[in-house]
């Protein structure tokens, strides 16, 4: 996957983000914090990873379905790639 190389660092940022925000939620919970901030801190890591997910997804689609020079087959396959994974998440 050309594009995730392409944006790797600010990938890396992102997934480094999520993972302070993941802590700070265990933390959170092992000091028995108000549910209200648990909650928010659960809607802030899902927000970033839905965000992750948007920027992954709109480069690889772009990368390999709006790309002129592959093949009917091979688009075909991509898209199925992008279904499947799509699926997966929204479950």
Do not use: D, H, M, N
């Given at each position: 996957m050309a594009h995730t190389i392409k944006s790797?660092?600010?990938l890396l940022t992102r997934v480094r983000r999520i993972k302070g925000q993941a802590e700070a939620l265990?933390?959170?919970l092992e000091?028995?914090?108000d549910c209200s901030a648990v909650l928010q801190q659960i809607a802030a890591i899902?927000?970033?990873?839905n965000g992750l997910m948007s920027e992954v997804l709109e480069g690889h689609i772009r990368e390999h379905l709006g790309a002129n020079d592959i093949s009917p087959q091979q688009r075909s396959e991509d898209l199925e790639q992008v279904v499947a994974a799509l699926r997966s998440y929204l479950k």
């Open positions: 790797k660092k600010q265990e933390k959170a000091r028995e914090t899902r927000g970033a990873v």
